[in-house]
């Protein structure tokens, strides 16, 4: 017997590998076919009875999802038949859903709505009366449960089995009554309870953090990669904007990377993107300035002084041309590579993993910029802790280029009050904490998701990031300020 | 295949009786007037502002909320106005209700009226009859005047409830959830809905 099997559907004919479903063939072959409990993440259970396909030669339509392709099957999915068995299935499905579409935040992104505008029967025959369930339910501190628009495809259920293992989550009563719930005294509690909103097809689970916020329809997405921590998850990233405001990310899949999940501290790497958020213009010594007098300044500060004076303080969270840029424009303007030092927080755990994504390397790319070092012949020193090695380098500039994500670094306060104690401080961030505006000079800088680069994974698969328009269009990137930084100080020559 | 002289012919207003025309109108307007002045015929112009003009029932001029019999704001802030808004003037906030029941609410709802064409898109789009378009039609202010209009100001302002009364109070069924269901698990409850999807 070989390891493949080729069937047709649609009169399409495609080859699968032996053992893959109908629905897998589908998908392989881009014919969609309406499907509620079946996720390619998660094992297949076969509840929802949505997936109807017509098989040859079989008494009645199958679901696709939980049928084996088998040699020379003809399968169709279009037939008016088909169609039919979708709309019953729907009808099905609708008898006890409340329709609360307004005020579900599911909705414009919901599988049931979407279905129902394509194949919905919209005039329901139903004469009985919904069974009302319980709604809003706190079932953690992240998410919200609605148990009256579940439609009971166990996906969640499953998810809590089989990723996480935590199951808090099962199907209780029978019948109409079935609803969903949390066992006893138990809360979802695991750093992936979004996936569960995620997966939801309808609006049962709704996220905490972005429920009433936005309207779905509003929101653009883009395609970037979480700079949470050193794993790299591939994100989608949703922005309004009309606002220029950023509301939420979701996981992307990438099978080599991150399959179907993100963890729930990669969902709050939108928080930091926000104006808000964010220093605005530069600052010397505490008073707002043009971003060209910043970059006057740094650029006489840098040129005034030679290269073994000059410290380059890095935090793994730029991408790897803004490093190098950086050192290039630096060895070429003071003629010697200046002394580089990396700085990670003293409470972190590098090599710690939770077993499904989220990594104790807090920075998206600790790999690539240690690869720009060793290209550049640099060996950095580490600063964890211990900033005696800064201190007593003599340096009289010293060039800090702070975390994006400042959640990654708890001891930041500490570290930056050791920072001002050097003589001369240029800090490159967005902080807006209390020590780093006793700098000489801040210079607030584009984040992950406004620039072009590249983040390397603690896999060392190098992901490149695409710039979305800028919440502060004067504020430039870091490789984007040294590059005119090189220009200016080769002109001043 | 014929052809039409579009021409312009300098004798034209001639021709066509421009002059002649001009003083029949002018007859009429005359003869109008004489009517009115001794009282023939009874007159059109109202004496704005100090009589006001009582359009129909169904004018669509600026927007109020309609309110729950207990007073309550009916609006959901399910965003479909402003979704549906060709003007963009609506802004939403929204917010979780202190009433479970309701769940969602605006916690700010402000119309730009400026922006605003009046096109009743809102109203229409307006799943529970939230957004109605009233009676208010002389909106004419100073720059100054706030032309925002806030959420209280669109379900309290005297001039509406004086023309509209009662009317503020939706009559439309209320999209509450039904008050047995409590929110814990098991209580599980049967009860009305009078529609199918």
Not at chain 1, 233 to 254: A, D, G, M, T, W
Request: proline share 4%; glycine share 6%; charged share 25%.
């Amino acid at each position: 017997m070989s390891n493949q099997v080729t069937l047709s559907i649609n009169n399409q004919s495609i080859t699968v590998p032996a053992g893959s479903t109908i629905m897998e063939a589908a998908q392989k072959l881009g014919v969609t076919v309406p499907h509620f409990c079946w996720h390619p993440g998660l094992s297949i259970a076969g509840v929802c009875r949505f997936c109807m396909v017509r098989v040859e030669g079989m008494p009645k339509l199958q679901i696709a999802c939980n049928t084996p392709a088998s040699e020379g099957m003809k399968v169709d999915t279009v037939s008016d038949e088909v169609k039919d068995a979708h709309k019953w299935a729907l009808e099905f499905h609708l008898i006890n859903h409340p329709l609360d579409c307004p005020i579900c935040d599911q909705a414009g992104e919901c599988e049931l709505q979407n279905y129902y505008m394509k194949v919905g029967k919209y005039q329901s025959q139903m004469e009985d009366e919904k069974v009302l369930k319980p709604k809003a339910l706190d079932v953690g501190d992240t998410l919200v449960l609605d148990t009256e628009r579940c439609i009971l495809c166990s996906r969640c259920v499953r998810f809590e089995d089989e990723v996480t293992k935590t199951s808090t989550l099962g199907i209780f009563n029978r019948g109409d009554q079935a609803t969903i719930g949390t066992y006893k005294d138990r809360k979802i509690k695991h750093n992936y309870s979004y996936n569960l909103a995620d997966i939801c097809p309808v609006g049962a689970f709704t996220a905490k953090d972005f429920r009433f916020k936005c309207r779905v329809w509003f929101l653009k997405e883009s395609k970037t990669v979480c700079p949470g921590c050193s794993t790299g998850c591939n994100v989608n990233l949703f922005q309004n904007s009309n606002q220029r405001e950023y509301y939420r990310l979701k996981p992307r899949h990438n099978a080599d990377v991150n399959g179907h999940w993100m963890c729930d501290t990669g969902r709050t790497m939108y928080e930091h993107l926000n104006a808000s958020a964010r220093l605005s213009s530069p600052l010397l010594n505490g008073e707002s300035v043009s971003h060209q007098a910043a970059l006057q300044a740094v650029t006489d500060a840098v040129k005034s002084i030679s290269a073994d004076k000059l410290a380059v303080v890095f935090t793994a969270q730029f991408t790897s041309e803004e490093y190098s840029a950086t050192l290039k424009t630096l060895k070429a303007t003071l003629k010697s590579a200046p002394k580089v030092f990396v700085w990670r927080d003293e409470s972190e755990k590098i090599e710690d993993f939770d077993g499904i994504l989220f990594r104790g390397d807090r920075n998206p790319n600790t790999r690539g910029m240690m690869d720009v070092l060793k290209e550049e012949g640099i060996n950095p020193v580490m600063l964890k802790g211990d900033f005696s090695a800064l201190a007593s380098s003599g340096a009289e500039l010293t060039l800090i280029f702070g975390p994006e994500i400042e959640v990654g670094y708890p001891n930041l306060q500490k570290a930056l009050g050791r920072f001002i104690e050097m003589k001369k401080t240029v800090y490159f961030g967005n902080s807006l904490s209390e020590a780093a505006k006793r700098m000489w000079i801040r210079i607030p800088v584009k984040v992950f998701a406004e620039k072009n680069g590249t983040f390397v994974n603690f896999n060392g698969v190098a992901q490149k990031l695409k710039a979305n328009a800028p919440v502060f269009p004067a504020v430039k990137s870091v490789d984007e300020y040294f590059a005119e930084l090189g220009k200016i100080a080769q002109t001043a020559i | 295949m014929a052809y039409v002289n579009v021409s312009r012919d300098p004798e034209r207003n001639l021709k066509n009786g421009y002059l002649a025309t001009s003083l029949v109108g002018m007859g009429t307007t005359l003869v109008t007037f004489a009517k009115q002045v001794f009282g023939l015929e009874e007159s059109n112009t109202v004496q704005w502002p100090e009589v006001e003009f009582q359009y129909s029932e169904r004018f669509k001029g600026a927007h109020f909320l309609t309110k729950r019999p207990d007073g309550r704001v009916r609006c959901t802030a399910c965003f479909l106005c402003a979704t549906n808004c060709p003007a963009q003037c609506i802004t939403i906030v929204a917010g979780e209700s202190p009433d479970k029941g309701v769940e969602k609410y605006p916690v700010r709802f402000e119309i730009d009226i400026l922006r605003c064409v009046f096109c009743g898109f809102c109203e229409e789009a307006c799943p529970v009859d939230a957004i109605r378009m009233g009676p208010e039609y002389s909106m004419a202010g100073l720059a100054e005047q706030k032309w925002v209009y806030t959420k209280d100001y669109l379900l309290e302002r005297d001039a509406v409830k004086r023309k509209v009364g009662e009317k503020q109070v939706s009559k439309k069924d209320e999209n509450t959830k039904h008050d047995t269901v409590e929110s814990s698990l098991p209580g599980i409850h049967t009860g009305h809905s009078e529609h199918g999807h």
